[in-house]
């Protein structure tokens, strides 16, 4: 499975738009791209996945480049609530098995 | 969907007894795993089934650990004579085998285990 990279920490404002960007250089071709959140004492909660180019919910966008080796995961004017851990995950299309998580990016969004 | 349900939320045990957590998944979602999350670390892998069968084991899953999925249905982790070092919160999520897209696992609230 491809090892994903990002930043440890990030801080923003409420309102403010915040991107997360996710290095995964040895994607496979049958990779998909995963974003978790994560508050303390909680299970990580699904946001949003991925193959290529762009993916929008109600939540967030998914950013791919054609090359696929990394992902942003944007957020749409954050507010507080939106403090939490997210985690970036690479996995094989439709097949079952672990997710290896890494630490994540710590959002921390001030007033 | 209900959502993955686990119980018990919190578990306090002392050093040696025996301990046992339940996960009941997403309904019709064949697939469930187990991961173990200590503080300030992202969730590891510990096992994961397909209906019944235990596809994988991690070798963090030592023999007083075993786990069980009988009908395919909730799955059972128990952790024979605990350690100070099972403490950790134990995570259980479950998916649905699609043709047509990625395998997104749901996780539940997880259990507290408390080691004393």
């Known amino acids: 499975l491809a090892k994903t990279t990002q930043p440890i920490s990030m801080d923003s404002y409420e309102g403010q738009e915040v991107n997360i960007t996710c290095s995964h250089n040895?994607?496979?071709?049958?990779?998909?791209i995963t974003w978790y959140q994560q508050f303390p004492s909680q299970g990580p909660r699904f946001i949003i996945q991925?193959?290529?180019t762009k993916v929008t919910n109600e939540v967030a966008s998914l950013f791919i480049p054609a090359d696929r080796k990394s992902s942003t995961l944007s957020l749409p004017r954050v507010s507080l609530s939106d403090t939490a851990v997210y985690y970036c995950?690479?996995?094989?299309?439709?097949?079952?098995?672990?997710?290896?998580f890494g630490q994540g990016t710590e959002l921390s969004v001030k007033p | 969907d209900t959502g993955v349900s686990q119980n018990p939320r919190h578990k306090i045990t002392k050093r040696g007894q025996n301990v046992t957590f339940r996960c009941d998944p997403i309904s019709e979602h064949n697939r469930l795993y187990w991961y173990r999350q200590t503080l300030g670390q992202g969730p590891e892998f510990l096992t994961y089934f397909q209906n019944e069968a235990q596809l994988e084991k991690s070798r963090l899953l030592s023999d007083r650990f075993s786990a069980e999925r009988p009908k395919g249905s909730f799955s059972t982790l128990e952790i024979q004579r605990t350690e100070q070092g099972d403490s950790a919160m134990y995570l259980c999520?479950?998916?649905?085998?699609?043709?047509?897209?990625?395998?997104?696992?749901?996780f539940g609230p997880g259990t507290r285990l408390t080691v004393l």
């Open positions: 999520a479950s998916s649905r085998q699609t043709a047509t897209r990625g395998d997104t696992q749901y």
């Open positions: 040895n994607i496979a071709t049958n990779d998909y």
């Open positions: 995950l690479v996995g094989r299309y439709n097949q079952g098995g672990k997710l290896i």
């Open positions: 991925g193959y290529k």
